[in-house]
């Protein structure tokens, strides 16, 4: 080596590298959050190599003690990180290298930086999406355990924004769970693709060393290898449908934040949260501010982001490793500490966090003749066409308007003024109960099927 080597990788440089590039290039301020994945891989591919005879027992035992110590030292906060050696992978390669000697160098027989990034980021993603699944689970049941609580609870049920039809507080909690499922779907569908090991690509073309990368697989818990060299070192699909799975995640999230921030206005008043899921105002001593759901509708934005930078990082880039893909690490970094976090508060919040006032719920519902479809439906049902029954509910409501009254509190005389067809029995079906009750199919509001909704969910997780 010449005297001015200061690079594992400087041997054929003319002069050192700026300063200002070493700074620019450099990747272990944030890459070095994977040093387990990366000594997890490190060891597989050693005893690979020991088990093929291209190392020795006694280099590979070397190897082992020196990364036992290196886990330590990190662990401990010990571990000195240096912007010299790049990234996470020379900095444990050097300091493997300063324990345990000629073993340390000879790790990289066989393998290049390219697929070794390539599988510390699958692992890191892998377990990424473990963690996300698990908290989805838990933002899950406690979805579930308010939709129990409040099956039976009358709201109205908007579109547009205005009060639609009744519904159960419970059924409108269970519209979420649905999203939040797909949400595990697509995780776990997702982490096959994640689930395949990039080692033995070496740097582009493979290796020339009598590898066994089934076996590596199999160490590293993967359901295969990647079956292309150029690919398995360029590919980066896995980290764009994790960070798309990532988005939608928080696209669910925040809509749901939309609707919290609305409930706890006092003109809908339809809930509190609890006080440890608010902030005060520094000026306006009464004010308690849904904070979290607003930070969690901010912070879908970032993830978006990220999801734009991945896809826009890739679409240029020829085969097959290139630089560029440095700039993978941050964005889903971020984009996992942002699920994490978000799913981890909103599944408190959701499970201990939100008092319904039902009252409220059910006044709103005195307003915006929400039963007013189910008049039609009576009409439809005692053989009125369905157009022409929508026409005299129309009238009626106007009516009722002029009032200043709900549909329900009109006498049957003035029902009747629209349609003879209207008797006794119409104010069954004017009450939100009835509506309610009478949405029995699967899918429906009635209390009933929201509570046959739950089993069916908890079965489901099951
Ligand atoms: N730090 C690099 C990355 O994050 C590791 C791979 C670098 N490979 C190379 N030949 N420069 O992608």
Sequence with gaps: MSSQTQYTW????DEPVSDLVKRYTASVDFDQRMWRQDIRGSLAHARMLARQGILSAQDFADIERGMATIAAE????DFVWSLAQEDVHLNIEKRLTALVGDAGKRLHTGRSRND?????LRLYLRDATDGILALLR???TALLTLAEREAATPMPGFTHLQVAQPVTFGHHLLAYFEMFARDVERFADCR???NRLPLGAAALAGTTYPIDREFVARELGFEGVCLNSLDAVSDRDFAIEFCAACALVMTHISRLSEELVLWMNPRMGFIRIADRFCTGSSIMPQKKNPDVPELARGKTGRVYGHLTALLTLMKGQPLAYNKDNQEDKEPLFDAVDTVIDTLRIFADMVGTGITVKAGAMAAALTQGFATATDLADYLVKKG????DAHAVVGGTVKAAEQKGVDL???S????QAFSSLMTEDVFAVLTVEGSLAARKHIGGTAPEQVRAAIAAARQRMA
């Excluded at 990190?74 to 906060?77: K, M, N």
């Excluded at 049957?412 to 029902?415: F, H, Q």
């Design 412 to 415: 049957l005389a003035e029902l």
């Design 192 to 194: 096959k693709r994640i």
């Design 384 to 387: 009125l066409p369905f157009r």
């Design 74 to 77: 990190i662990e401990a906060g």
């Design 408 to 410: 329900s509190a009109l």
């Design 138 to 140: 838990e933002f899950q």
């Design 10 to 13: 400087d041997g054929c440089f």
């Design 116 to 120: 070794q990034v390539a599988t510390d």
